[in-house]
């Protein structure tokens, strides 16, 4: 309860320097079929560095934000030199994980095309996505029924990297993120169809063209999830020889929103957490 409190006084903060920073990058916004939720936010570097493209799924509890929200992400990335796109995706109550996951496939789908539209190379990608965002990048990644349902082809995934993702629903749970399920789900929907944890019995351990390697960050003072909702889902991806790199937070300021999205403001020079996902990114390139 201590880092629930300690997560909910964060926000004020937060909320100051969101509306403190620079933007430097103008985004490109396309929105898919007129919709307010579904769309994208392509940043494009002034100075590209490397070819890889980052997709980036925001978080928010599968029930609030928008990629507009997080455009302090999209600029830090192609500050560093990356194309990155931010994706949107309809919220519960109106919609639930199904309507959800059903967004992000397509629109993934659709980043592609206009990536192509534009001539941007999008042979290699990174999935990034921070709490809620986290866990659906993790299903667009690994979730082989998905992969076939949508017609994704897992060879330009090159990682997945989750700042404070679900992704595992077994076991007590914290209240907040229980009661997020409850949300996310329909009534009576059996959990497991949305959990990445459930998501790893479909791959074959010998088929390397799904051990894409994860960088998987977690807090043990996050306040909404609980260390075990990574470490298991961890342990797992190794079972199937997907290569699993964990960092535990150590900076002060290691609750939810913060190390999963505000890290994002702060100094490279003096966050260790925005240096290990910068330096993970870096060691995906091939450039």
């Not at 978080?59 to 990356?82: H, L, T, V």
């Not at 639930?96 to 095309?113: A, F, M, Q, R």
């Not at 100094?267 to 870096?282: G, S």
């Amino acid at each position: 309860m201590k880092d629930f409190i300690r997560e909910l006084q964060s926000y004020p903060g937060i909320g100051v320097k969101m509306l403190k920073y620079k933007r430097e990058i103008k985004a490109t916004k396309v929105s898919l079929n007129n919709s307010k939720e579904v769309y994208f936010l392509h940043f494009a570097p002034k100075e590209k560095k490397h070819s890889e493209i980052v997709i980036y799924i925001h978080g928010g509890g599968w029930n609030s934000k928008s990629p507009r929200d997080f455009e302090f992400i999209g600029q830090r990335i192609a500050k560093e030199g990356y194309d990155c796109i931010i994706m949107g995706y309809r919220k519960v109550p109106h919609v639930h994980y199904n309507e959800i996951i059903h967004d992000v496939c397509v629109e993934y789908k659709s980043v592609l095309k206009y990536l192509s539209g534009k001539n941007i190379d999008a042979s290699r990608v990174i999935i990034m996505g921070s709490s809620a965002g986290a866990h659906l990048g993790s299903l667009l990644v690994y979730d082989k029924e998905l992969h076939a349902k949508y017609k994704i082809g897992s060879k330009r995934f090159v990682g997945f990297i989750g700042l404070a993702g679900p992704y595992y629903f077994g076991g007590k749970l914290p209240w907040a993120l229980k009661q997020l399920l409850s949300d996310l789900f329909e009534k009576d929907q059996d959990w497991k169809e949305g959990e990445p944890y459930t998501k790893l019995d479909l791959i074959n351990p010998d088929d390397y063209e799904l051990s894409i390697p994860m960088y998987l960050i977690q807090s043990d003072h996050d306040g909404v999830i609980d260390m075990k909702q990574t470490l298991v889902f961890a342990r797992k991806a190794m079972e199937m020889n997907i290569p699993v790199t964990f960092y535990k937070v150590v900076d002060s300021k290691n609750t939810h929103s913060y190390y999963s999205t505000a890290i994002f403001f702060d100094d490279l020079a003096k966050n260790k957490t925005l240096q290990t996902v910068f330096k993970y990114i870096d060691q995906l390139t091939n450039d």
